[in-house]
């Protein structure tokens, strides 16, 4: 148990925590009767999705991906403790005569991709939603089961 | 238990179950080494460049907005189209536009001070709110090259406050500052700012998007800075876009397509 702990689940404990966020909202998805719990239950899925992407650009100890042109926290910082060299060294990496190390910055390609991602779960969720509005217009009820009764047994009065 | 939850506990149990196992060959939480974050010993992976090298191609310190706007802009573009066909998707699934025909009456609501008195601790907090997240909004926006933020953040940040007076008073209320015909206008404005950039570049006998040829019209000192502020002209047309299209979500989700009395 404790090998499984340390060897299989610690270091994707993330991971795990994805897979379980994501069945819920395919449980969600499948099995809930009412609409809105289904489009609720997507929401999750791609929660968990864009949750998943992001974790794959961490990076441990590693800032966010904003450079600091002018290094000026590294400026101050190194300037307070009376080390001026070590902050001209920083600035003079940022403004470019030294690239920045790419271990030191988590990766933005994940960030850009899933402000994607979060854009066309919006454009999803309000189309959904007034789908689902419509639907509710048209049969009094959000209920899967009572509106397929409703289609079924041909009732609709147009 | 029903026999349709009987398939989809079966459904969800394997491939979660699945996708467990095929988890526990991920590198592991963190790692700075991992393929999505490294490339293989001896070349440069595609990240590793946005970090060593976008500041020198646009001088934009927020990496994440210069792959958005500039690396990526085709698909930033086209995310903003996507939202644009959202927005009029909801349009006409409801059926708003030209619902309006009958002319509305366009009297003043009840003011929050001497009218209604059961809104006015919620209407003068949201009257006093209301300046400050648009001023937020607008700073989101326009310093998204120098911290976090961008159209899309700042967009939504702008719908929200016309989102507020909405909830406060009544949708007329929000109306009145942003309507129909506004939003709507303020939607295709934004692209065509966005395309716009993109066409102007080619003009300029460049590539769409190219925005580095732009440097004699926006005067700046060298291409790179071009790049720069051409990213802070598409991030305005993303927040336009959005802002009118997430105002014109709530607006017609709020009142069933109707635009009127809302919530």
Redesign the interface.
């Known amino acids: 148990m404790a090998e499984f702990f340390e060897q299989t689940l610690q270091p994707h404990f993330n991971f795990w925590i994805y897979v379980i966020l994501m069945m819920i909202g395919l449980w969600a998805l499948i099995a809930k009767n009412n609409l809105i719990k289904k489009l609720i239950g997507m929401s999750i899925f791609q929660t968990a999705i864009i949750l998943f992407y992001v974790s794959l650009g961490v990076k441990e100890d590693a800032t966010i991906p904003i450079l600091d042109p002018y290094g000026q926290a590294e400026h101050a910082a190194a300037e307070a403790e009376g080390a001026e060299t070590e902050g001209e060294k920083k600035r003079d990496s940022y403004i470019g005569k030294k690239s920045p190390d790419p271990d030191t910055m988590a990766n933005p390609l994940p960030h850009v991709l899933m402000l994607t991602a979060i854009v066309v779960g919006v454009a999803t969720l309000g189309v959904a939603l007034s789908i689902a509005q419509m639907i509710f217009k048209e049969f009094g009820s959000l209920e899967e089961d009572e509106i397929l009764e409703i289609v079924k047994g041909g009732s609709v009065d147009d | 238990m029903r026999l349709?939850?009987m398939?989809?506990?079966i459904?969800?149990v394997i491939?979660?179950g699945i996708?467990?196992y095929g988890?526990?060959d991920?590198p592991?939480?963190?790692?700075?080494k991992?393929p999505?974050?490294?490339a293989v010993p001896g070349s440069e992976s595609?990240?590793?460049y946005?970090?060593?090298?976008s500041?020198?191609d646009t001088?934009v310190?927020?990496?994440?907005t210069s792959?958005?706007a500039d690396y990526?802009g085709y698909?930033?573009m086209f995310?903003t189209v996507?939202?644009f066909?959202?927005?009029m998707?909801?349009f006409a699934?409801?059926g708003s536009v030209g619902g309006g025909s009958q002319p509305r009456v366009q009297e003043e609501g009840p003011s929050f001070v001497d009218g209604d008195h059961s809104r006015i601790i919620v209407g003068t907090t949201c009257r006093l709110l209301v300046p400050v997240i648009q001023v937020f909004a607008l700073y989101v926006i326009g310093h998204g090259h120098?911290?976090?933020g961008?159209g899309?953040q700042g967009g939504v940040i702008l719908a929200a406050s016309f989102i507020i007076i909405a909830l406060s008073s009544d949708l007329d209320a929000a109306l009145r500052r942003l309507s129909e015909v506004n939003y709507l206008r303020l939607a295709c404005v934004g692209i065509l700012i966005y395309a716009g950039f993109g066409v102007l570049c080619q003009v300029l006998e460049s590539n769409f998007l190219d925005y580095g040829v732009l440097q004699p019209i926006l005067l700046t000192d060298g291409p790179e800075m071009a790049r720069s502020h051409s990213m802070l002209g598409v991030e305005i047309g993303v927040a336009f876009t959005v802002t009118a299209i997430?105002f014109a979500?709530y607006a017609?989700?709020s009142s069933?397509?109707t635009l009127r009395d809302g919530l």
Request: proline share 6%.
């Open positions: 349709p939850n398939f989809a506990i459904a969800v491939t979660g996708l467990l988890v526990s991920f592991s939480f963190g790692d700075p991992s999505a974050n490294a595609v990240s590793q946005f970090i060593t090298k500041y020198k001088k310190p927020n990496l994440v792959v958005l990526r698909d930033t995310e996507v939202i066909a959202a927005g998707a909801i699934i409801l120098y911290s976090p961008g899309f997430m979500i017609n989700l069933r397509g």
